[in-house]
């Protein structure tokens, strides 16, 4: 087979990518993009330092050590759109009195004195255009908080962020799978 030019040319082209490759060019300008996108990400991490609550509440401690339902706080998980956040009067239930040494437990017992609200920030968030309720999936449905919120049920820490991300594809495969409708009019306003 005789080469033609295109061969040649692809020859000269492969020859020149490898001498600028070995010039160490390629290594510089992969340094330059590895810092840009550290840099990218830590601009980013500082713009959205997540969310941050009151009081960095154990839900391990709650839920699995004293075995209280995610109603005993939340207590419109089942009947309600949303869940509720607690309120100082739900932790004061528990709380009126010291309950252990932990400097967390402390700052709930100083507001309950001071009967000062718990502002709770909502952690989980979808957008407005979206329509739930947590008493059709929790109250209905029977779905299990960990289906959308993860293990928040096991933090010893409130997360910065949610741990689970909620997206329409999470949705539908879920609805999929228990045989309820993927009609968009169903979830969208």
């Known amino acids: ?3 033609s030019q295109s061969d040649d040319h692809v020859k000269r082209m492969l020859g020149q990518l490898k001498k600028w490759m070995a010039s160490g060019a390629a290594r510089a300008l992969g340094l330059a993009a ?14 959205w330092p997540g969310t941050v609550q009151p009081v960095a509440f154990n839900h391990r401690l709650h839920t699995q050590e004293l075995e ?8 419109f998980a089942s009947t309600g759109a949303h869940s509720g956040l607690p ?11 010291p309950q252990g040494t932990s400097p967390q437990e402390s700052v709930v017992v100083r507001y309950v004195a001071a009967n000062q609200p718990l502002v709770f920030e909502k952690l989980f968030r979808l ?12 109250g209905i449905a029977e779905l299990t908080c960990r289906t959308c919120h993860g293990d928040i049920a ?15 594809e999470m949705c539908i495969k879920c609805h999929s799978s228990r045989e309820q409708t993927t009609d968009c009019v169903a979830c969208h306003r």
């Open 34 to 47: 590895l810092v840009v996108l550290l840099g990218t990400t830590l601009i980013l991490a500082r713009a």
């Open 127 to 138: 957008p407005t255009h979206v329509f739930y309720t947590h008493r059709r999936h929790v």
């Open 154 to 168: 096991l933090t010893t820490r409130p997360p910065r962020r949610p741990l689970v991300k909620i997206t329409m």
């Open 68 to 75: 209280l339902d995610c109603e005993t706080c939340h207590e």
């Open 1 to 3: 087979m005789i080469p």
């Open 87 to 97: 309120s100082v009067e739900t932790c004061a239930t528990c709380h009126s009195e």
